[in-house]
């Protein structure tokens, strides 16, 4: 669920093997072991030893910038990022000498891969370099952290701005929140943006990449067009699905609001969908939902509220669930260190990211929860990186990540899709005589679709779009232009005023101020149905695959533990292999669970024009 925010990172990863923040380190080594396979067993030694030791205090430097943002703590993060960036990159140089070698061994090999290839924003080796990178990502940031809309003429911060573009129906007030969030937080760091960018290109290069969009896209066992190749095929299998709900969304959004605010045809007002970024949906089910069906009987938000939740039980209860699947309770620390509600007292990061301070025991999460139902799925995914972290927590240290980074991000929502009305009547929220008929079926998938399906094409092109700035494609001066077209072309979505260059639409989306990568999302949401289905199945699940719960299923958590414990030891398709089956990743169990929607979709747009 990216609706609340739910990332597993923070900050950028500086490498691949850190765990979810940013990290610090000591001046590289002054000489390297000779050129043979042993002097790369050594090289890789060293390196893992003391990129182990030096991460933990990195990630507390992180951990109380993201949790305390004051100039203070920023110059302590970039600072501490800088070092760590300069580690990294001289790693990854080193790294690239011994590739090529033979006789190496397996570990050794991988291990070299991922010191080279695991810098999100390597910095160039020239001098003040990376303390430039280090500073551009910090004040981007907090920058956005602390960024704030207006609505009604008044100052609103990034928290409650997300929440009211899901509750307000009023276009009005929509675009002004809208308007004033993109040009209050995007266009300011326009300039940053563009430095960064040059930085980490030459950087890039520097270790042997053609670009920063080429090291990102090599992180996946395949060569980065191979990966590109991947990401459309899967696209292709869902695109059908997305353009029937587009369609009827947009039918719907013409009934409510008329021809001068939505037409009939062509792409949707971005601030109209219920999310800032039109990235989900779901916060205007109720103006889609089908008569009848689409009362599905019950909301989660109001039941947790019924029942007397507040933030804390709702982490508990998330935690229960995997419990019902075998894992260990949550260390006494994670209640302790934690931040699951909102300080009142100073200026946070609220975006949702879950973290592994020590790479051993030290698991947290980051919130700024509330009482509603998106909260309570965000709370079970980001937990999923915390029950992954601490499943591979005696591997090597460079092994201490997810078979992909798109694995990580999908064992929380896997568990996520596991909230139906069974799972909500055995943890006491729902009443059984509430459990909605199979004739709310419709309304059920509707309400899901609007999140899972709606996403797609935006957790596709946000890298799209980055990947084209990093080769140049798309050039500095066309930055919103090339956003507003890969909106279009892949979302069918229109900003509600016209933008122009001075503007940075990019930069109102966290992730890229923070240089965080995107496509791991996008696999994300493919490859929860993959695991989903197949612990269903493993179940032995009979109904409708949507209204499956494994919960209190302990051989599923057995096999769940076997993939999540071999860490990114090996590649991504053996580990997919463990517990699915399939060595591909595929979008073909996302169609199968919506299908009966897909169906009924088709029927009410039967003669209105698809596409945009």
Same mark, same amino acid.
């Given at each position: 669920?990216?609706?609340s925010?739910? #990332?597993?990172?923070v900050?950028?990863?500086?490498?691949?093997?850190?765990?979810?923040?940013?990290?610090?380190?000591?001046?590289?080594?002054?000489?390297?072991?000779?050129?043979?396979?042993?002097?790369?067993d050594?090289f890789?030694?060293?390196?893992?030893?003391?990129l182990?030791?030096?991460? *933990?205090?990195?990630?507390?430097v992180?951990?109380?910038?993201?949790?305390y943002?004051t100039?203070?703590?920023d @110059?302590?993060?970039?600072?501490s990022?800088?070092e760590?960036?300069?580690?990294?990159?001289r790693?990854?140089?080193g790294?690239?000498?011994?590739?090529a070698?033979? !006789?190496?061994?397996?570990?050794t090999k991988?291990?070299?891969?991922? %010191?080279?290839?695991?810098?999100?924003l390597?910095?160039?080796?020239?001098?003040?370099a990376?303390?430039?990178?280090?500073?551009?990502?910090?004040?981007? #940031?907090?920058?956005?952290?602390k960024g704030?809309?207006?609505?009604?003429?008044?100052?609103?911060n990034?928290s409650?701005?997300?929440?009211?573009? +899901?509750?307000?129906?009023?276009? =009005?007030?929509?675009?002004?929140?809208?308007?004033?969030?993109h040009?209050?937080?995007?266009?300011?760091?326009?300039a940053?943006?563009?430095q960064?960018? @040059? %930085?980490?290109?030459?950087?890039?290069k520097?270790?042997?990449?053609?670009?920063?969009g080429?090291l990102?896209r090599?992180g996946?066992?395949? #060569?980065?067009?191979?990966f590109?190749?991947?990401?459309?095929?899967?696209w292709?299998?869902?695109?059908p699905l997305?353009? =029937?709900l587009h369609?009827?969304?947009?039918?719907?959004?013409?009934e409510?609001y008329?021809?001068?605010v939505?037409a009939?045809t062509g792409?949707?007002?971005a601030?109209?969908?219920?999310?800032?970024?039109?990235?989900?949906?779901?916060?205007?089910?109720?103006?889609?939902?089908p008569?009848g069906?689409?009362?599905?009987?019950?909301?989660?938000?109001?039941?947790?509220?019924? $029942?007397?939740?507040d933030?804390?039980?709702?982490?508990?209860?998330?935690?229960?669930?995997y419990s019902?699947?075998?894992?260990?309770?949550?260390p006494?620390t994670?209640?302790?260190?934690s931040?699951?509600?909102k300080?009142?007292?100073r200026?946070?990061?609220c975006?949702?990211?879950a973290?592994?301070?020590?790479?051993?025991?030290?698991?947290?999460?980051?919130?700024?929860?509330?009482?509603?139902?998106?909260?309570?799925?965000?709370?079970h995914?980001?937990?999923?990186h915390?029950?992954y972290?601490?499943?591979?927590?005696?591997q090597?240290?460079?092994y201490?990540?997810?078979?992909?980074d798109?694995?990580?991000?999908a064992i929380?929502?896997?568990?996520?899709?596991s909230?139906?009305?069974?799972y909500l009547?055995?943890?006491?929220l729902?009443d059984?005589?509430?459990?909605?008929?199979?004739?709310?079926?419709?309304g059920l998938?509707?309400r899901q679709?609007?999140?899972?399906?709606?996403?797609?094409p935006? +957790?596709?092109?946000?890298?799209?779009?980055?990947w084209?700035?990093?080769?140049?494609q798309?050039?500095?001066?066309?930055?919103?232009?090339?956003w507003?077209?890969l909106?279009? /072309?892949?979302?069918? *979505?229109?900003?509600?005023v016209?933008?122009?260059?001075? /503007?940075?639409?990019p930069?109102a $989306?966290?992730?890229?101020p923070? !240089?965080v990568?995107?496509?791991?999302?996008?696999?994300?949401?493919v490859?929860?149905?993959?695991?989903y289905?197949a612990?269903?199945q493993?179940?032995?699940w009979?109904?409708?695959?949507?209204r499956c719960?494994?919960?209190?299923?302990?051989?599923? +958590?057995?096999?769940?533990?076997?993939?999540?414990?071999?860490?990114?030891?090996k590649p991504?398709?053996?580990?997919l292999?463990v517990?699915t089956? #399939?060595?591909?990743m595929s979008?073909?169990a996302?169609?199968?669970?919506?299908?009966?929607?897909?169906?009924?979709?088709?029927?009410?747009?039967?003669?209105?024009?698809?596409g945009?």
């Open positions: 669920m990216i609706r925010a739910a #990332s597993g990172a900050l950028a990863f500086v490498l691949a093997g850190a765990a979810h923040a940013q990290t610090a380190a000591p001046a590289a080594p002054a000489t390297q072991p000779p050129a043979t396979a042993a002097g790369a050594a890789v030694a060293e390196a893992e030893k003391t182990a030791e030096k991460s *933990v205090g990195a990630q507390q992180a951990w109380v910038n993201a949790t943002i100039d203070d703590t @110059a302590l993060a970039a600072a990022g800088a760590m960036t300069d580690l990294a990159v790693y990854g140089l790294a690239a000498r011994y590739q070698l033979p !006789g190496l061994s397996y570990d991988r291990k070299l891969d991922l %010191l080279r290839g695991g810098i999100t390597p910095a160039p080796t020239t001098p003040g990376s303390a430039q990178l280090s500073m551009l990502t910090t004040r981007m #940031s907090s920058s956005y952290g704030k809309g207006v609505l009604n003429g008044q100052p609103i990034g409650d701005i997300e929440a009211a573009m +899901g509750s307000e129906r009023d276009p =009005a007030k929509l675009k002004e929140m809208w308007v004033s969030w040009d209050n937080v995007g266009a300011p760091m326009r940053d943006y563009t960064m960018t @040059a %930085l980490a290109n030459q950087g890039a520097e270790l042997g990449y053609v670009d920063a080429s990102w090599s996946y066992d395949m #060569s980065p067009e191979q590109a190749q991947v990401t459309d095929r899967i292709g299998e869902l695109e997305y353009k =029937a369609t009827y969304v947009r039918w719907k959004l013409n409510k008329g021809d001068t939505q009939k792409p949707i007002r601030d109209l969908l219920g999310n800032m970024w039109a990235q989900e949906w779901g916060n205007i089910y109720d103006l889609v939902a008569k069906a689409g009362d599905v009987g019950y909301d989660t938000g109001d039941l947790l509220k019924a $029942k007397g939740y933030p804390i039980k709702m982490v508990k209860a998330g935690e229960g669930f019902s699947l075998g894992f260990a309770p949550l006494q994670f209640w302790q260190r931040q699951i509600v300080p009142a007292d200026e946070v990061i975006h949702a990211s973290w592994d301070v020590d790479n051993k025991d030290d698991i947290r999460i980051k919130m700024c929860t509330k009482v509603n139902a998106d909260d309570f799925v965000t709370i995914h980001e937990l999923g915390n029950y972290q601490r499943a591979y927590k005696d090597p240290f460079l201490k990540n997810g078979a992909n798109g694995f990580h991000e929380g929502d896997t568990v996520a899709l909230i139906t009305p069974d009547v055995k943890i006491g729902l059984p005589a509430r459990v909605p008929s199979a004739d709310k079926d419709i998938l509707l679709a609007m999140d899972k399906v709606a996403f797609l935006f +957790g596709l092109l946000i890298d799209k779009w980055r084209g700035v990093f080769s140049g798309i050039p500095a001066g066309q930055y919103q232009a090339g507003d077209a909106r279009l /072309k892949y979302q069918g *979505v229109v900003p509600p016209a933008r122009d260059e001075t /503007k940075f639409d930069g $989306k966290y992730h890229i923070a !240089g990568p995107y496509a791991r999302y996008f696999l994300a949401r490859l929860q149905f993959q695991f289905k612990a269903c493993q179940a032995g009979k109904g409708p695959l949507h719960s494994f919960y209190g299923n302990k051989e599923v +958590g057995k096999k769940l533990n076997a993939m999540l414990a071999m860490g990114q030891s991504w398709p053996d580990a292999q517990f089956g #399939s060595r591909e979008g073909k996302l169609v199968e669970y919506f299908a009966p929607l897909k169906t009924w979709l088709d029927q009410q747009n039967k003669g209105k024009p698809q945009w």
